[in-house]
């Protein structure tokens, strides 16, 4: 007898069908992995059996779970069972919990709106399902608020919250998309201990297949609103019977053909580099003391070369990437590009900043929603002293949406009319436009689902050789940095603690930091 | 916290002795001098020397701010120009007016303005919560000297439940008091309470799609408790910043309802100083005034601290 049974469960929201036909069941104590990409369904499922889909949803279909239909269901017996029986756990740790409100009680609240117990007797059970998730009250007092904590802190106060009742369902929405490497390895590392020692059943939704695939019994493989393929975990995944799973793994595992253009001469050289942040005064007649985010960080890029620049959050990374730009002045040190080099204490003077442009990693908030494409990529030409004008501008323009897959009509268009990945191809487009030695890409193929990210991959690979253009490539990735990478840098607390060519690194890791990152990253075994 | 408070104090006390300085190079550059108007246009000049040396204002400029200043900080405000009584006292009389009626109103506007917002804000979209924008609509648009008027002649001149104008004094009792206040709180009230609900309900409203919400829902809350318990203390710091600005507005900016009800309150105090020339009520009573939005200023500072944990660290 399953624990949960989806049967032909079609949904529509505002007439958009979403969900066709999506059938699925899950044995008490098992884990069910549910994969797919951006807009695949696979969220949507989840929140049907939670009940909690948006306004404007219709649904038809069944859910049994435990003998009983949950679209059968009132919406006080649901409530009953939300956080009850059923407990879920989000993505985004940072915005889960309500910030005006002490961890304590919000895990309490689970137990009182359920069990019906008393404030203090909440909170007693509160603290014991807080040293359950491996936050001990020493360090974690009951009082403590959410922006107190990190993310990995604040997502298990998340998944606190939800097994608060001891659920027999657990269901986890992308529960690590939004954390670190070695964060997520711990919070897996949770889930799974959880689900063993409680018997627990649970839906882990993920696009990675990597994350689950020694986490899941059975897999279900979404696409479109459907399940293409489903099955035991290593069936699904030694045989790829359906042609998408089969991309999907290819896609995962995608390394693009690079061609060796790298020359013996340096383009960037970066010297003793220092940033540091006033940080928060201690006392109100002392000055605070500086927080140093990048510390006497020296490298050099050679011409054509592809270096990767892998660390945690908060390791430094993006306020290198922003020194090296010219955005934030340096404390000390030099940067030099090219045969320019940044006089010491001052801005980056104009021409040099002509030689290198940036793609960033949300390919949705980083475009002014307000201008079109044309205005939007050829937003670099105002650091060129003779920007083009005219026919030779149109030219410039056409050629780089070319150069990105695009056509030149959509230079009319507004950014809402793209998909994600059209979207990071024309931050790409305004990155070649004027025509730079250096691209840096922070975090650039982060936030793309993965077929979408081996595209950009290659679409990197191809633009370096036609090009001949040096890439930065920062990302807390190491498959993404191997794939595309001829060296790599590891940066910890603000500093370089080890370098070398990828392969090297990432085969024979010396550093204990480079050991841990490499051991935390999820590897899909078959 | 207590750290907060600490600084929120000392940039209230800066505040202050700024505002007295303003305060005071403002009146300085008014032209006509109050000791002619006193005495009128055909006053010889000895006389007028001689009251402007009784006075004080033949002394230098900064003697006489540092004289106002220390008179302030003792309670002393001066002697009015044109009454010869203490201009303590007449702000005194006022303010017992004054302040009340703030209060009356203040409260008035917020026990209408959190559930009519509460419940707009949780019936997103419908009816009801288009009908309940639409008269606060009204309510913002709708000038409130007419609205006391209507007032007046409904529950004045034809039900006779209330007076028309005037006040009583406290002497005879809070309740005569309070009824003599409760047509003009009314009055001032309804726009307050007005653009409040509308506050709080977008506050809200803009909370319903935040994340933690859903947090909420998946706990086992429903939609009316997860509004109430997690959503509400959340959308309060807009709705704070606002009651704060309504509370000074009400203070001092009362005079046409004063006017309308006959009441001697602060707002038509100084507009007859002004009137008068009477500087020196003038300077007392504007003072008095920027110290209340000050300390108004600072309550809502600690309130802000009190209902979000991440503003006490700075």
Not at chain 1, 199 to 228: C, N, P, Q
Request: net charge neutral; hydrophobic share 50%.
């Amino acid at each position: 007898m399953s624990l949960l049974d989806i049967k032909g469960l079609n949904l529509s929201i505002h007439s958009t069908q979403i969900l066709r036909d999506v059938s699925l069941s899950l044995e008490e104590g098992k884990v069910l992995g549910l994969i797919g990409e951006s807009g695949s369904g696979k969220s949507m499922t989840a929140l049907s059996v939670m009940q909690l889909l948006p306004n404007g949803a219709e649904m038809s279909g069944q859910i049994m779970f435990a003998d009983r239909d949950l679209t059968a269901q009132t919406e006080s017996q649901m409530c009953a069972l939300r956080g009850g029986d059923i407990g879920m756990i989000f993505q985004e740790p940072m915005t889960a919990l309500n910030p005006v409100q002490t961890i304590g009680d919000q895990v309490a609240e689970s137990v009182r709106i359920h069990k019906g117990f008393g404030r203090r007797e909440a909170l007693i059970e509160a603290r014991k399902v807080l040293d359950k998730v491996e936050l001990p009250a020493a360090e974690f007092p009951l009082n403590r608020y959410p922006h107190q904590l990190s993310g990995g802190q604040r997502q298990r106060v998340g998944i606190a919250v939800s097994i608060a009742c001891n659920p027999k369902l657990l269901i986890a929405d992308e529960p690590t998309t939004a954390l670190d490497v070695t964060t997520q390895a711990e919070i897996l590392a949770l889930i799974k201990r959880l689900v063993l020692e409680d018997r627990m059943a649970a839906i882990f939704v993920t696009h990675d297949l990597a994350v689950v695939s020694d986490l899941a019994d059975s897999i279900a493989i979404m696409k479109s609103g459907e399940i293409v393929e489903a099955g035991p975990t290593r069936k699904v995944l030694a045989e790829a019977s359906h042609p998408y799973t089969a991309a999907l793994l290819e896609a995962s595992a995608h390394a693009p053909e690079r061609f060796d253009v790298s020359a013996d001469t340096p383009l960037l050289e970066v010297r003793s580099l220092t940033c540091t942040y006033p940080g928060r005064r201690q006392h109100l007649l002392h000055k605070p003391d500086p927080k140093i985010a990048v510390n006497k960080v020296s490298f050099t890029l050679q011409r054509g070369e592809s270096l990767g620049l892998v660390g945690e959050s908060g390791c430094g990374k993006s306020t290198l990437a922003r020194t090296i730009l010219g955005l934030i002045t340096p404390q000390s040190g030099q940067i030099a590009l090219d045969s320019g080099t940044v006089p010491n204490g001052q801005p980056m003077p104009r021409h040099m900043r002509a030689k290198m442009q940036v793609v960033f990693q949300d390919p949705f908030s980083s475009f002014n929603p307000r201008h079109r494409v044309a205005r939007l990529i050829t937003e670099p030409f105002h650091l060129l002293p003779n920007p083009p004008k005219g026919a030779e501008r149109e030219n410039a323009i056409s050629d780089a949406l070319a150069s990105v897959g695009l056509a030149p009509s959509d230079a009319r268009k507004y950014i809402h009319e793209f998909s994600g990945g059209q979207r990071q191809r024309i931050a790409i487009a305004r990155a070649l436009i004027a025509r730079p030695e250096l691209i840096l890409l922070d975090e650039a193929v982060s936030a793309l689902d993965v077929s979408i990210r081996a595209q950009i991959l290659d679409l990197l690979s191809d633009l370096a050789q036609k090009f001949g253009l040096s890439y930065l490539f920062i990302s807390h990735d190491l498959h993404v940095v191997r794939a595309i990478t001829d060296r790599v840098l590891v940066m910890k607390s603000g500093k370089i603690v080890e370098s070398g060519s990828t392969e090297d690194v990432l085969h024979n890791p010396v550093h204990p930091y480079t050991r841990s990152l490499l051991a935390a990253t999820p590897v899909l075994s078959i | 916290m207590l750290r907060y408070a600490l600084k929120r104090l000392v940039s209230l006390l800066g505040a202050l002795a700024v505002a007295s300085v303003v305060v005071f190079a403002a009146i300085e550059v008014i032209p006509g001098d109050p000791a002619a108007y006193m005495l009128g246009l055909n006053a010889a000049p000895e006389t007028v020397a001689a009251l402007r040396a009784e006075l004080g204002l033949d002394a230098g400029p900064i003697a006489r701010y540092i004289n106002w200043v220390t008179g302030m900080l003792q309670g002393d405000f001066g002697i009015s120009y044109t009454y010869r009584t203490p201009v303590s006292e007449m702000v005194g009389d006022r303010l017992w007016i004054s302040l009340p009626l703030a209060l009356y109103a203040l409260a008035l506007s917020t026990i209408i303005a959190f559930p009519v917002g509460i419940w707009a804000a949780s019936k997103r979209g419908t009816s009801v919560d288009i009908g309940i924008m639409g008269f606060t609509q009204l309510g913002v648009a709708i000038p409130n000297f007419w609205f006391a008027m209507i007032l007046v002649v409904i529950f004045a001149i034809n039900l006779r439940w209330f007076s028309a104008g005037g006040f009583p004094g406290w002497g005879g009792g809070l309740f005569p008091g309070l009824k003599a206040l409760t047509l003009p709180a009314i009055a001032l009230a309804l726009p307050q309470a007005s653009i409040l609900s509308r506050v709080m309900r977008s506050a809200l409203v803009d909370m319903l799609d935040q994340d933690f919400m859903r947090t909420a829902r998946a706990k086992g809350l429903t939609q009316g408790q997860a509004l109430r318990r997690h959503a509400l203390r959340n959308a309060m710091i807009p709705v704070l910043t606002i009651l704060g600005l309504q509370f000074s507005f009400l203070l001092a900016g009362a005079i046409i309802i004063e006017n309308v009800f006959f009441l001697p309150g602060l707002g038509r105090l100084i507009f007859q100083a002004i009137a008068q020339r009477d500087l020196i009520v003038v300077e007392s009573v504007v003072m008095i005034l920027v110290f209340a939005v000050i300390l108004v200023t600072f309550l809502v500072d600690l309130a802000y601290a009190a209902v979000d944990p991440r503003l006490r660290v700075h």
